[in-house]
């Protein structure tokens, strides 16, 4: 679980923009697509697919069918997916993951909003969310979720934003408040008892969506206006400049880290890229240390590693030694044709 954080505002950290000025990345925002199903007017989650390139998961906000559509990068929906066995009281976000164990996608659905909540007070006692396993094909299917049930330590609260740490696979709920929090939920969950989730920081005023970066390095967190990056609760990273759209709902992450996609409700809704600025970007993977052919040849032949218990040898040391022969044959030659 992440430290509790502090307010928005703070020292800056090295690298940091300030909340208070919007960065934009130098290639500008660009319009992906626009939604083409007539069944998709109130799109209020994203989510890209792990496992099938091009697809970006969206659902409708409440009073629509327990479905979410999988659209390709044209705008066109590639498969409808009902869940069968949830309820869809008010669907306000959706996430999506790997299981370490299968490596199979795994899509989560916020059933989490909650107008009647009032500052901890009133609405409803629990709200859900959905685990499904992602599908292997795009055709359209019933498919059935795992379902946990959540209460906030601190009583009901309204929320449209959900996210899953990459790497632990912990869980995060943002409420949508004038003073909303991040919450996180405990590191296993249970089907059999409601879960306790625990306030960790603070979110910005009426936040409309959140996402992990796929490294797990930082988050983000969506308004109606912009949106801000977070190195963890409470310590923001960045702010990145929006498009303007009717009612900005939704927020992912693209699968290689280096952009967002933003959308909004409403008919042939669009869903915009957005470059993030150079220190919100995922730091490049170290270059792999290349050796030469010969230590790999020896290890091919069953040596042991230098530096491990064993009768192999490191081949620094048998160099060494040659080398140390040689030049003690030399001087013995030398020696004896000086005689």
């Known amino acids: 679980m992440a430290l509790p954080g502090t307010a928005l505002a703070g020292t800056a950290l090295p690298g940091t923009v300030l909340p208070g000025t919007a960065a934009r990345a130098d290639d500008g925002e ?13 799109s209020s989650g994203l989510a890209v697919s792990p496992t099938h390139k091009g697809i970006v998961y969206t659902h409708n906000d409440s009073a ?19 869940i069968g066995n949830a309820e869809a009281r008010d669907w306000e976000a959706m996430a999506a993951s790997v299981d370490p164990a299968t490596g199979r996608g795994v899509l989560w659905i916020g059933d989490i909003g909650d107008n009647l909540a009032d500052g901890g007070k009133n609405g409803w006692p629990d709200v859900s969310v959905y685990k499904v396993v992602e599908p292997r094909t795009m055709a359209d299917a019933t498919l059935r979720a795992v379902r946990y049930r959540f209460r906030y330590a601190d009583g009901p609260r309204n929320a449209e934003g959900l996210m899953v740490h990459p790497r632990t696979g912990r869980l995060y709920v943002v409420s949508k ?11 296993k969950l249970r089907t059999d008892r409601v879960n306790v989730l625990r ?17 797990g390095s930082s988050f983000v967190i969506r308004t109606y206006f912009s949106a801000t990056v977070y190195r963890a609760p409470g310590k923001p990273l960045t702010r990145v400049a929006m498009p303007p759209l009717e009612q900005a709902e939704s927020i992912t992450y693209t699968k290689d880290g280096m952009a967002l996609l933003t959308g909004s409700e409403g008919e042939k809704s669009p869903v915009y890229r957005v470059p993030l600025p150079a220190v919100a970007r995922p730091s490049p993977s170290p270059t ?14 069953g040596e042991e590693p230098a530096g491990k218990d064993g009768l192999g040898v490191p081949m620094p040391l048998l160099w060494a030694a040659a080398a140390l022969g040689a030049t003690g044959g030399i001087a013995f030659l030398a020696y004896r044709t000086g005689r």
Request: charge should be positive.
């Open 30 to 42: 660009r319009l992906l697509f626009r939604f083409r199903d007539q069944r998709i007017t109130e």
């Open 64 to 82: 629509h069918l327990g479905q979410i559509f999988a659209v390709g990068p044209d705008g066109r929906t590639r498969a409808t997916f009902t």
């Open 177 to 187: 408040e004038f003073s909303g929090n991040v919450y996180a939920a405990p590191a």
């Open 199 to 215: 306030r960790v920081g603070e979110a910005p005023l009426m936040a409309t969506d959140a996402a992990y970066a796929p490294d």
């Open 288 to 301: 792999p240390i290349r050796t030469s052919a010969r230590p790999r040849a020896v290890a091919a032949r």
